[in-house]
């Protein structure tokens, strides 16, 4: 099993939640690739989308793909550009969203609609995790995109953004679910 971990508007590929998870991973002789994406405080969707690829070329099934907050716009616009071969055996997303949030540096990320028909085709299973009181993502729009996606949907309870803020250093539920694809 390998692992793409997406990280957040602002962030890098360690802080949170990230570092400690991919360690964890590493650990469990997991490969992870992990990059840091460009221009993190004005982030470009395409650009991001070249990071991945400079990164993996073709995904497979034995890929997961895993993001915080702007990392979930993020996946769903690859699994928009994969091609007729490709497609990844889960896909977990924490904090995730799908809409304008009213932050103009990441709207180019979520302005224009999503293909949800491609992006469905794009991996075997769909998990996402919100929060009941995320200051930036409400639940509704979790459950929104869990049910675009036809995705499980977790919900923690009084976790805020599921960020360091919210004391969120590790996150083993995030390990938890990774580690079981591979014994669903």
């Given at each position: 099993m390998k692992v793409f971990i997406f990280h957040c508007w602002g962030g890098n590929s360690r802080d949170c939640w990230r570092g400690?998870?991919?360690?964890?991973?590493?650990?469990?002789?997991?490969?992870?690739v992990?990059?840091?994406?460009?221009?993190?405080?004005?982030?470009?969707?395409d650009e991001w989308l070249k990071?991945?690829?400079?990164?993996?070329?073709?995904?497979?099934?034995?890929?997961?793909?895993?993001?915080?907050?702007?990392?979930?716009?993020?996946?769903?616009?690859?699994?928009e550009s994969f091609g007729e071969n490709e497609?990844?055996?889960?896909?977990i997303m924490v904090a995730a969203f799908a809409k304008e949030l009213g932050i103009p540096e990441i709207e180019n990320f979520v302005k224009d609609?999503?293909?949800?028909?491609?992006?469905?085709?794009?991996?075997?299973?769909?998990?996402?995790?919100?929060s009941d009181n995320d200051p930036y993502i409400e639940l509704e729009e979790g459950k929104r995109?869990?049910?675009?996606?036809?995705?499980?949907?977790?919900?923690?309870?009084?976790?805020?953004?599921?960020?360091?803020?919210?004391?969120?250093?590790?996150y083993p539920r995030v390990l938890e679910l990774i580690l079981k694809q591979n014994h669903p």
């Open positions: 400690w998870l991919a360690d964890e991973l590493k650990n469990a002789g997991v490969q992870v992990a990059p840091e994406f460009p221009d993190t405080m004005h982030p470009k969707a990071e991945v690829r400079r990164n993996v070329d073709k995904f497979d099934e034995d890929w997961v793909l895993v993001s915080h907050s702007l990392g979930g716009p993020a996946i769903l616009r690859l699994l497609r990844v055996k889960a896909v609609e999503f293909n949800w028909e491609k992006i469905r085709k794009g991996s075997k299973k769909f998990i996402l995790i919100n995109v869990a049910q675009l996606l036809g995705a499980e949907l977790i919900v923690e309870h009084g976790a805020g953004h599921i960020n360091e803020g919210a004391g969120f250093t590790k």
